[in-house]
DNA sequence: TATGAATGAGTCTTCATTCAT
DNA sequence: AATGAATGAAGACTCATTCAT
């Protein structure tokens, strides 16, 4: 019952993490991420039932990877705004990446896994991501740096925008302009009555 | 090679817009199609060759289907707001159907299929849909029913939050309370100025 | 929805026979019958969904089959004792026969799965033997011809004399000699006291 | 090479026996007894190579186990009579018991593996169990107990009516009240006369 | 036009067996 | 002696696609 060899189970989901970049998650079989580990179908078994138990892996690893790269970044004595400036500078990029992202990956993954409310990752992270951001609004409103009325509202209406804009990325495409305009209408209602 | 029958053109098309509906784009196969409309499998191909192709026609007459719907209520003597508020509403309704929308399936096609962009469906829906909203926000702003200072902008944002909203329903579920609360974030942008 | 080819059906069938007559029931796969029959393996699926009803749908074949012989046989103006006779006589042949046999494959099959009664051929198909026995002894003894107190009960214990001979010929293995005594055997003790 | 554990040995016997007891034979393989036993998979090869020759230790130590408890049993001064009334008691017991019996797993291994004659464990149980029984006919005869002309064909008789009723009792299920009225039915036949 | 039987490629999944430690 | 990770063969099953009728 040991746990079998932990690099090697890491090994497997760096790889698989990138199959899913590419083909997203329904069209990865078993039999992608055997080979491209090059082990052999019975090794990928000894670690993993299935594409979903990986990938579910594969995400709750990126998530606390993300969580550490935003924090490990932010600890400066940086303005709310230089913070606010940062995240949604990050937020473009992933938005434009087509094929460093779970984007595609996890939207199909939970248009077709109805995971149950305290498992649902995507559900977490996002409530995450707005508690964070209206944190960070009531604190820049209070600094007077910026003008928000309704934090809590104002933070989701601006990660459903996110929201939107990654999944647009990969249904009719968007531009550099598009999604900097957009940012930029973002901003502008946070200042402009500063 | 000849005409073949329209009528069992269109019932193939509309039984498969259910069966994607239900199942969206991936999990649909040929079979699927076969077994529903109760025809031959050399039968369907006579009309389709794949899934793909049943599909993208579907989009098609649902795309034209919902231009119609939408001037259909519109021809009103409503005012802007009233017009808004229309729209907001039936979008509301498309965000919380679970069921009889073909977001989910139109999602992961895309998500698969990058269309050359004339044929993007998607994204001339979005378009048109910014362009109308923009029409409206102008007329609004100079009748000083509302106020928007960037309407193209504004009807982008507004788009991409609608958008965001029909993703995360079918991903984390987002409850009536939650879009509402959105709905009544914009309008109140729009018209507190006023 | 058509029954296919019936005649495909048949063939199958026979020759599956075959193959359960010579591995038994648990080593045939749905492979081995593809292959002898020499057709596609979704061409097997499109008859049969597994060995379990393929050989379900032998073994009721069989059934009738050998029910007819019986009776075609019978009909003749013999007496009792010549029926007896000539049931043990094949009864003998059966138990004799190693490879032309259903036996092994029969029991391996119910061995594993438990029937519900009334589909459970075997029990029919041994209680009708019983009762067409005891209809014998009794006629024999009405005419005289033996004597048989107990006509069920010593037509259940021929039948399971036999059914021990069956298996055993299959387990350790059996002589004709040691058939030849048990047969003398039975028929001894019925007309033994006439 | 050297001598391992004769402890695990016979652990693994026994564990091993009571899966065949379940599973009959086809179906037990080596993974079930890895880990039944909790041991490692190289561990068990260390010890057996095979299911085959697991099964057939476990057979060996049944049967010296079996005539142990039978001779314990009878060297009491109990009629003729009474043994044999008790030794049909016991194969009673066998043939109803469903699954505390190696009856399934015995018949699916020597189905399939044509063992020799001399090794043949089933035979020379069958075999022994005649002998035993043909004296005790014997000495029931010459002391007036009973009534047999044939002592050894009414031994060979009765044993096959019981492995007619144990592999009757996996295959279409029997009734304690059949196996009775089959008992008392062997019982009147030997006593009938007398 | 329309049918549906037939094919065969592609996945999934489980085990017996080996072998380095 | 003992472990258990790793391999690869084997079997089940499903579909897209073709083709004779």
New binding site residues.
């Given amino acids: 019952?040991?746990e079998?060899?932990v690099q090697?189970r890491q090994f497997i989901l760096e790889t698989a993490k990138h199959i899913f970049m590419e083909k997203g998650f329904k069209d990865v079989?078993?039999?992608d991420i055997v080979d491209a580990c090059e082990?052999?179908?019975?090794?990928l078994?000894?670690?993993f039932?299935?594409?979903k138990e990986i990938f579910l892996e594969v995400l709750r690893l990126e998530a606390s990877d993300t969580d550490d790269d935003f924090a490990a970044n932010i600890k400066e004595d940086s303005s709310i705004t230089d913070i606010l400036r940062f995240f949604l500078k990050e937020q473009k990029k992933e938005i434009l990446s087509q094929t460093n992202t779970l984007t595609v990956a996890t939207y199909e993954f939970f248009f077709a896994n109805k995971v149950s409310k305290k498992e649902n990752i995507i559900k977490h992270t996002f409530e995450t991501a707005v508690k964070v951001l209206a944190d960070l609004l009531l604190a820049g409103t209070e600094s007077e740096e910026l003008y928000c009325e309704n934090p809590v509202g104002t933070a989701r209406n601006i990660m459903l925008v996110l929201e939107g804009m990654k999944v647009a990325s990969h249904t009719m495409g968007v531009s550099e302009k598009f999604v900097d305009e957009q940012i930029l209408y973002i901003m502008t209602n946070l200042v402009q009555n500063v």
């Fill in positions: 019952m040991g079998k060899s090697k079989t078993m039999k082990i052999s179908r019975g090794g078994y000894l670690y039932e299935s594409t």
